[in-house]
């Protein structure tokens, strides 16, 4: 693998970092402890180089650890990995900026300055403007149960990667660089003294102030510093600058509204939830509004301003203390209701606006007064961040199953005597739905009682009326199929009194489900009540994780994008707008992938400027724990979807159609023999993998299964992913590509598919992120497990899925022409590499821990097992 000059600087850090971990080990642990990690080190390096009698050894080592050593050791490794994440995630900043200084190689891909100086090429500068002004772009914060890492790591490791950066400093003199390289020892030795392991699953409000600390640590800032950026450029490129009102980007959250299989989320936690929300975004607000009296000290003032305030001597001052008192006043009511009271409303803020207005004032102000340049600044930034995150900071979406609406209408109906809600065909429900959704009566009788899962659906729908549509965003509907999925919900908010219905999404995930989308869309559009309440536009989600668990990633992502082509067709007939929200993942299995060209590969006209995206668990942290990371990511976003849109992608030639959908029944074919048809499948999964044990670890809210089978079918798309993660075989992002491009290969269509890859987008991203998952597999490390775990009779089973993955790895090299996978990605290359040798022992060391743990031998081994979990996702860099 070549050495590149640029990787200098990361080389040096984890260097550093690590040589820091080793003396922190024999200070805190003891020289046995150093000694027995750096021989473990130095027999995985030279394994990992080709050394058999090392492999060999590194095996028999790691064999004969004795208890006491075990959890020291995973730890080292485990620490080592997350330190050489925080070393890259810093490089990256540092790289960036390279760019931007280094005129002579131009700007980054996908920066905003690269974006608009290619567009100006192109000829676009005339609608750039309008395209980015009316961009919508919504990143919807999740929990499902990826992040694996406390959060008191979690800050360290940021508080270490801000060293790192201290640490760039042009200029350190002797003594600066010696306080940086102490405080890094003091972190990297507070980090080892921490448990790794949560001791309890966190409740859906602890996942929700989780989400609300990646908002108040980075986003707070780099928000409005991203949209000065943003305004410079386009006032540059086309004279007219970024609206102070504008957010092209904006945050939502699954935090407390997704219910969906996780019966710890009720309408109480939600209502918990939304007012959290706001009373952090008071708290922050507050914290701007000190600032700025503190620095508007100015006498001069507009008619407008003196209009309000009088006399005042110093009018900026007196207007903002106002503003203080009632946010003052707001967050002791909402501590209040967060406490279980019921205080009287008084003069507090309900929206955004009536904080917007006075800030305006003083604005509006210091322009006419000449003071304009200090608006520019503090101010400024205020009411950017309240365009992007209003009083709520991030509005919390409501998600439900289908069948719990069916169930709640079915025992209305019961009780009214007018039937079976559950038994009726689709007309008959539609035909039901409509005409109470026209009716002035009410339908819920006040006597009305039902069992528990029906009254927390109305309950749910009570705290929709009571929040308001300033703290919620979308309610959507998993396995949805039929128009009365989406009715039932308009009625059950009407029957409640929700004055400003939310948004209704049907999530299609399943590949039935996808291919039913249009007809689904097509109809309800069709019904002109409906029609007549939705303004125009109907958002629409589409997920990417139950369709590839249930017919393989590639027969999932052309569907989805099928899907989305039917759709866009569909909306476009009936003369309305269409939203599509993403349900993407962290693992590529899951739709994850680079975010850039995920966007860039969408079918033409689904993006149009609107664009609504699932970040979730460990991703979350990766894109924005760090601010210069943070920043990019936005960047990348609002680039990407701006291209889409001015220049969207050509549809598929003739004749690719074809071949993608032979490629897609014939991956389903193979995928659905293996992990359906296959009657000893689930037995080799659950004893090649640590399926099991992953659900003992405290890293969600949600439980592993929606439903108490056995079957990977009620399996959570997250768990499944996981468990093959943890063996780094990672089955469920290949499993059928491989026979469906062999046979098509052998076809002749070789010179298409090249073709494909070269001239489609979609095609070519697919196959990149194919060649990313190869590149981090390794068969010959899952065959370790199945040699200890699994019993004789299934080894043939793992034999012949090892086999399909050397398949797949022939055919997609083939295919992208590529020597070695990520052949034209060096720097994610080389960042595999370095990990390798790190994560090797921990795979070792988990197949002993599970092989003694499931003989009941070493209850007291369980630790070490979730910290080799642990360690083994941040070596993998993603987990579900």
């Not at 997704?258 to 209502?271: E, L």
């Not at 009254?455 to 308001?468: F, H, K, P, Q």
């Not at 889409?644 to 993608?660: C, F, I, Q, S, Y």
């Amino acid at each position: 693998m070549s050495e590149n000059r640029s990787d200098a600087p990361l080389r040096e850090d984890i260097r550093q970092l690590g040589g820091l971990l080793g003396s922190t080990i024999h200070e805190q642990s003891g020289a046995h402890v150093y000694e027995t990690v750096e021989e473990i080190r130095g027999l995985a390096k030279s394994a990992r180089a080709g050394d058999e009698a090392a492999a060999r050894a590194l095996e028999k080592r790691l064999g004969e650890l004795p208890d006491e050593l075990i959890v020291p050791v995973v730890r080292a490794f485990s620490q080592f990995l997350n330190l050489a994440n925080i070393a890259e995630q810093h490089h990256r900043i540092r790289r960036s900026r390279a760019w931007v200084r280094d005129t002579q190689t131009g700007p980054l891909r996908g920066s905003l300055e690269e974006f608009f100086k290619r567009m100006d090429a192109a000829g676009n500068t005339g609608e750039l403007h309008e395209t980015i002004a009316d961009l919508d772009i919504e990143l919807v914060l999740t929990a499902h149960p990826t992040e694996v890492m406390r959060r008191s790591l979690l800050q360290k490791y940021n508080h270490i990667a801000e060293l790192l950066g201290q640490g760039d400093r042009l200029d350190p003199t002797p003594e600066e660089i010696e306080e940086v390289h102490q405080a890094l020892k003091r972190e990297i030795t507070a980090a080892w003294e921490t448990d790794e392991i949560r001791r309890r699953r966190p409740a859906p409000q602890d996942e929700a102030r989780w989400g609300l600390a990646v908002i108040e640590q980075t986003l707070w800032d780099v928000v409005p510093h991203f949209l000065r950026r943003l305004d410079r450029n386009l006032k540059r490129q086309t004279g007219t600058p970024l609206a102070l009102d504008s957010a092209p980007i904006h945050f939502g959250s699954w935090m407390g509204g997704d219910r969906d299989g996780n019966p710890r989320v009720t309408a109480t936690v939600t209502r918990e939830v939304c007012l959290l929300n706001r009373w952090k975004a008071v708290e922050l607000y507050e914290q701007q509004i000190n600032a700025l009296i503190e620095d508007l000290s100015l006498q001069c003032a507009s008619d407008e301003l003196r209009g309000w305030v009088g006399d005042a001597w110093e009018p900026y001052r007196t207007a903002l203390k106002a503003v203080r008192d009632r946010l003052l006043a707001t967050r002791h009511w909402l501590e209040a209701r967060l406490a279980g009271r019921q205080p009287t409303d008084g003069l507090i803020y309900w929206r955004t606006e009536e904080l917007r207005e006075p800030l305006m004032i003083c604005y509006r102000s210091l322009h006419e007064s000449g003071a304009g340049m200090i608006a520019e600044g503090r101010l400024k930034d205020l009411l950017r961040r309240l365009s992007v995150f209003g009083l709520t900071l991030m509005r919390v979406d409501i998600r439900q199953e289908s069948t719990r609406h069916t169930d709640a209408l079915n025992a209305l109906t019961e009780a009214l005597g007018i039937g079976s809600y559950a038994e009726w065909d689709e007309d008959e429900r539609q035909r039901f739905l409509v005409r109470e959704l026209d009716s002035r009566r009410p339908l819920i009788p006040r006597d009305f009682e039902a069992d528990e899962e029906v009254t927390e659906v109305l309950d749910t729908c009570r705290v929709i009326a009571e929040m308001g549509a300033d703290s919620l965003g979308a309610y959507v509907i998993s396995m949805a199929s039929k128009p009365s999925d989406i009715l039932a919900v308009k009625l059950l908010q009407k029957e409640a009194g929700v004055r400003s219905p939310l948004r209704v999404v049907p999530l299609f995930e399943t590949l039935s489900d996808l291919q039913g989308a249009q007809a689904c869309l097509d109809q309800l559009i069709g019904i002109d009540w409906y029609r007549e309440h939705i303004d125009g536009v109907q958002e629409v989600m589409i997920g990417y994780s139950d369709s590839g668990k249930d017919a393989s990633h590639l027969t999932a992502a052309w569907a989805l994008y099928q899907t989305q082509e039917q759709l866009v067709e569909s909306a476009r007939r009936h003369g309305i707008s269409l939203k599509l929200f993403h349900g993407r993942g962290g693992s590529i299995g899951r739709g994850g992938g680079p975010t850039h060209a995920a966007i860039l590969s969408q079918p033409p006209g689904s993006v149009d400027g609107r664009l609504r995206v699932t970040e979730q668990g460990e991703v979350i942290q990766a894109k924005f724990g760090l601010p210069g990371i943070a920043e990019r990511n936005l960047e990348l976003y609002i680039t990407a979807v701006a291209e889409a849109t001015l220049v969207p992608p050509n549809p598929p030639e003739k004749g690719w159609r074809e071949v993608m959908d032979q490629l897609a029944g014939r991956s389903c074919e193979v995928y659905r023999d293996m992990v359906r048809e296959t009657p000893e499948f689930i037995e080799y999964f659950r004893h090649a993998t640590p399926e099991h044990e992953i659900s003992h670890l405290a890293i969600g809210s949600r439980p592993a299964r929606r439903k108490p089978t056995q079957g990977v079918e009620s399996l959570r798309a997250i768990p499944w992913i996981f468990a093959w993660t943890q063996t780094r075989l990672l089955l469920p992002a290949w499993l059928g590509a491989g026979s469906a491009l062999a046979e098509s290969l052998e076809a002749g269509r070789r010179d298409t598919l090249h073709h494909m890859y070269e001239a489609w987008p979609f095609f070519r991203a697919f196959i990149d992120m194919l060649e990313m998952v190869l590149a981090k597999s390794d068969p010959a490390v899952a065959a370790w497990y199945d040699a200890r775990l699994v019993p004789e009779s299934l080894h043939g089973l793992g034999e012949g899925l090892r086999e399909r993955h050397d398949e797949t790895r022939r055919t997609v090299l083939e295919v992208s022409q590529h020597a070695q996978p990520l052949d034209d990605a060096p720097v994610v290359q080389r960042s595999v590499g370095l990990r390798n040798p790190y994560v090797d022992p921990l795979n070792l060391l988990q197949v002993e821990l599970l092989d003694r743990v499931r003989h009941g031998h070493e209850e007291d081994l369980r630790d070490a097992l979730m910290i080799c979990i642990n360690g083994i996702a941040a070596g993998m860099r993603n987990t579900g």
